[in-house]
T-cell receptor
Framework: ETGVTQTPRHLVMGMTNKKSLKCEQH?????MYWYKQSAKKPLELMFV???????ENNSVPSRFSPECPNSSHLFLHLHTLQPEDSALYLC?????????????FGSGTRLTVV | GQQVMQIPQYQHVQEGEDFTTYCNSS?????IQWYKQRPGGHPVFLIQ?????EVKKQKRLTFQFGEAKKNSSLHITATQTTDVGTYFC??????????FGTGTSLTVIP
């Protein structure tokens, strides 16, 4: 256990489905992140939340919608995804926003869009 | 955007051989972090380097930050099968911009 828990571990969804990814951290961190990891590509930062406020959105398509109801929970709502959205989605947290500290990653959700 | 080049992309070594991966930037970095991701796993934070010329060791792993703070390396002495995985650098630029390198995938042949 890393202190950052992601569910589900695996998800297969059709292009017309709506699903949500969940992330929960038990570390008392104030910043949380969503990353996308595709084969042969660097980790791509999608969203940053600091103290429950979205502070960064890296030109992510609107079919991905984040939600941070409190500093311990982060969701990624998915709808009308495309096959190229298939990837490993990683949640991470850090004590504060930025890179003064290492990030703690969850185990990820392996998403397959069919 | 900022670019972080990491080489090599892949490395196969015999068990017991050494391994090095390099991370290079054209711009001076504030600091640099290193992560390891086992096959099927998630990135795990290894270390952060902040000072120019800094060298840190963790058992068989040696991390270096260049004098100009534009490059960094991770060296593993006498690799073991447990070292298998992808090693990522994460470069931090001025203004807290944070970018992961493409990673070096290490295979250790028993």
């Amino acid at each position: 256990e890393t202190g950052v828990t992601q569910t589900p571990r695996h998800l297969v969804m059709g292009m017309t489905n709506k699903k949500s990814l969940k992330c929960e951290q038990h570390l008392g961190h104030n910043a949380m992140y969503w990353y996308k990891q595709s084969a042969k590509k660097p980790l791509e930062l999608m969203f940053v939340y600091s103290l429950e406020e979205r502070v960064e959105n890296n030109s992510v398509p609107s079919r991905f919608s984040p939600e941070c109801p409190n500093s311990s929970h982060l969701f990624l709502h998915l709808h009308t995804l495309q096959p190229e959205d298939s990837a490993l989605y990683l949640c991470a947290s850090s004590p504060s926003r930025g890179a003064l500290y290492g990030y703690t990653f969850g185990s990820g959700t392996r998403l397959t869009v069919v | 955007g900022q670019q972080v080049m990491q080489i090599p992309q892949y490395q196969h070594v015999q068990e017991g051989e050494d391994f090095t991966t390099y991370c290079n930037s054209s711009t001076t970095l504030s600091n640099i972090q290193w992560y390891k991701q086992r096959p099927g796993g998630h990135p795990v934070f290894l270390i952060q380097l902040v000072k120019s010329g800094e060298v840190k060791k963790q058992k068989r792993l040696t991390f270096q930050f260049g004098e100009a703070k534009k490059n960094s390396s991770l060296h593993i002495t006498a690799t073991q099968t447990t070292d298998v995985g992808t090693y990522f650098c994460a470069a931090v630029f001025t203004g807290n911009q944070f970018y992961f390198g493409t990673g070096t995938s290490l295979t250790v042949i028993p």
